[in-house]
């Protein structure tokens, strides 16, 4: 099992920058997937980006090129840089850990608002 606990949301003006950091409760250097996704109000959880541990990342459309994931093993922690944010960003910010068919693990949310 894991424990997932995610901090760094806030408010923040449209344009602006935040970086959310997920850490976990123990190694995630086995965990096949790390992963950050978002679910806005009345929507869908959606993935926003995911880091395997072969190294390979991969990003919503929606983000790419401003928004960058970055895992450190050495840590214990994935991280999200959000850059150029704009109001539609606006979500609560969940970490996943998970490797298929076997288990999926979520932290509790952090919450980030854009201001236009």
């Known amino acids: 099992q894991v424990q997932l606990v995610e901090s760094g949301g806030g408010l923040v003006q449209a344009g602006g920058s935040l970086r959310l950091s997920c850490a976990a409760s123990r190694s995630i250097s086995s965990i096949e997937v790390m992963a950050w996704y978002r679910q806005a109000p009345g929507k869908r959880r959606e993935m926003v980006a995911i880091?395997?541990?072969?190294?390979?990342?991969n990003y919503a459309d929606s983000v790419k090129g401003r928004f960058t994931i970055s895992r450190d093993n050495a840590k214990f922690t994935v991280d999200l840089q959000m850059a150029s944010l704009k109001p539609e960003d606006t979500a609560v910010y969940y970490c996943n850990a998970r490797k298929v068919f076997q288990y999926s693990y979520w932290g509790q949310g952090t919450q980030v608002t854009v201001s236009s």
């Open positions: 880091s395997t541990s072969g190294g390979s990342t």
